[in-house]
């Protein structure tokens, strides 16, 4: 709870102060109703006085609650959108490689679950708020009526919680276990949508798959989320019946052991009685605290706390920067592979790169190449050794800066639907030029920098991959096995035309390719294995008009 309030406050200081201020308010004067009731019934004011203070109260209750409910609803809106941004913003700022190790499921669980679930939380604490004020108060009521019995039902209280808080625990247990199977259940669910082709072909294969793990994670889910309301709803029904057994208590144990006036034990009757409607509405809320304080827990195992400051990677734009050198030092990468169960040492690795230049990076799966390409990028941090960039090494504090550097296309891909964070004037007509290159003007469109569909072929869309790269316009390209889904054609193309292309521009190319029969139009040859540098070799300068590959370059420059 008090994490919950922290955030609240950090993004909405002022709505949240003033809903907690209408609230009390509103929970004051319907405590404040409670006693004018009572000095009524025991004529300690006169009733004239009595009646002014009862129009006021009444005049404040409805106002204060309706200015309470108005602040709740802004609040609900704005603690809802921040919590997403600061979420996202979370992990954009997270290392890559923790994110890949977390997986695309339990982040887009925090993101809708957990979000949720807090979300929740949030929208009910000037609710919790209003009705603890209210239990004060009867609870102060009770001491000015009799000290000793507002003293036996503390002690009762303190019972009755501890009593209740069993249980509580028995269903936070219940809801973590849910929280975990929401994971797994989100797993599935891309298993679903991603290999929909591959579950049509093969009925088996679709049935165990239902049956197996789909079905049998979303029933643990239902058992585990079923066992958790059921504590909860026990643990709120004898909540209740602890206040009847008060109010039995107040009523016919405390005036055989002491004497009592009506007038007294009608008082604590009527507060009791009062006092049992925030009780139980506390009570109820406490399931939904719960959740949110999983989901709490849930972000923190993440690495996603909402409550540390931003850390981490900055996410502010920069500018590409200019360069003449860029050196890898006894770089080195470890973790852990999963499948196999065993651990990948990636270096130490000693290179460096020079603008202007095609470099081939080759070697076998698993190798290490796309690892290096993302320790080459600041992607991954080394864990051994450093990068240094202009003579200077990179830091926390320049490796957003560095990155600017870079433009790649990975073998794994996203394309965006708009061509984000480019904005030149000639945005439109450059993309059309690109598309007409790429042959891909008679399927897409580019209008206010948006593609008018990305329904296409791998291989298409990897090529509109490689139009956003181009438009980036950046020092240094990475290509990860980019031609790997191109008809012999477009191979062509990207080799004999597109390399050659980018470093007359001067740029500097490392491409990942197993397409030997174009290495010797690089400058230089890296090969990797099992994660060790094998070899570097600088290829020489070879006559291209004599070579069969570059035989076809004008026809394939004029297609």
């Known amino acids: 709870m008090i994490k ?8 909405s200081k002022g709505l949240v102060v003033g809903a907690l201020l209408a609230g009390i308010a509103a929970g004051a004067s319907s ?27 009444c005049l404040i209750y409805p106002v204060s609650k309706a200015a309470s409910e108005l602040l709740l609803a802004t609040i609900s809106q704005s603690a809802f ?10 992990i954009l700022a ?3 490689r923790q994110l890949e190790e977390l997986g695309s499921p339990r982040l887009y669980a925090a993101l809708t679950d957990d979000v949720n679930s807090i979300t929740n939380a949030l929208l009910l604490m000037p609710t919790v708020c209003i009705n603890m004020v209210i239990v004060i108060g009867c609870f102060i009521y009770l001491g000015w009526l009799s000290l000793p019995v507002l003293l036996m039902s503390l002690g009762f209280m303190v019972v009755g919680v501890f009593s209740y808080r069993l ?40 049935d165990d798959f239902m049956s197996g793990q789909l079905d049998m994670t979303a029933r643990a889910l239902r058992a585990d989320a079923l066992r958790a309301q059921t504590v909860f709803t026990a643990a709120a029904t004898w909540g209740q019946v602890l206040f009847y057994v008060m109010l039995g208590l107040l009523l016919f144990a405390v005036p055989a052991i002491r004497q009592v006036s009506n007038v007294a034990l009608t008082g604590f009757a009527l507060t009791i009685l009062y006092m049992m409607t925030p009780l139980t509405a506390i009570i109820t809320l406490m399931p939904i605290l719960s959740r949110a304080r999983v989901s709490l827990n849930k972000l923190e195992e993440l690495g996603l706390s909402l409550s540390q400051k931003q850390g981490g990677e900055a996410s502010t734009a920069a500018d590409a920067p200019t360069w003449q ?3 890898l030092v006894d770089v080195t990468h470890v973790y852990h592979r999963e499948k196999e169960n065993s651990t990948f040492t990636l270096g130490p690795i000693n290179l460096s790169f020079r603008p202007g230049e095609v470099v081939f990076l080759i070697g076998g799966n698993g190798s290490g190449k796309t690892t290096l390409a993302k320790l080459i990028t600041g992607l991954y941090h080394p864990e051994g050794g450093y990068i240094r960039f202009n003579g200077e090494r990179v830091t926390d504090e320049t490796r957003e800066q560095y990155r600017q550097l870079f433009s790649v296309v990975f073998y794994d891909f996203h394309l965006f639907e708009n061509l984000l964070g480019l904005s030149h004037t000639r ?28 329904e296409l072929s791998q291989g298409q869309r990897k090529r509109l991959a490689l139009l956003t790269a181009y438009l980036e316009d950046r020092p240094f390209y990475v290509f990860d096995e980019w031609a790997a889904d191109q008809d012999p054609l477009f191979k062509e193309i990207f080799y004999l035309q597109i390399l050659p292309e980018l470093k007359a521009r001067g740029k500097t190319v490392l491409a990942i390719s197993h397409d ?44």
Do not use: C, W
């Not at 249980?167 to 797994?184: E, I």
């Open 325 to 327: 050198s860029l050196e």
């Open 427 to 454: 945005l439109d007509a450059q993309a059309e030029e690109y598309l007409i290159q790429l042959q891909l003007n008679h399927k897409v469109e580019v209008k206010d920098g948006r593609f008018s569909t990305l």
């Open 167 to 206: 249980p509580m625990r028995l269903g936070n247990r219940y809801l973590r276990s849910a929280r975990q199977q929401a994971d797994k259940l989100y797993a599935h669910f891309r298993s679903l949508t991603q290999g929909t082709k591959e579950l049509k072909l093969h009925a088996p294969r679709r």
């Open 516 to 559: 030997d029969r174009y290495y010797n139009l690089g400058d230089r040859l890296i090969k990797l294995e099992n994660g060790q540098l094998e070899s570097v070799t600088q290829l020489d300068e070879l006559t291209h008009d004599t070579s069969p590959a570059l035989a076809s370059a004008g026809n394939v420059a004029n297609v």
């Open 4 to 11: 919950l309030i922290s955030f609240l406050l950090r993004h």
């Open 81 to 90: 959108y921040n919590l997403r941004m600061q979420l996202s913003q979370r």
């Open 31 to 57: 405590m404040g109703l409670l006693a004018v009731i009572g000095a009524r019934i025991n004529n300690h004011m006169p009733p004239s006085t009595l009646l002014l203070v009862f129009v006021g109260l």
């Open 94 to 96: 997270a290392p890559l």
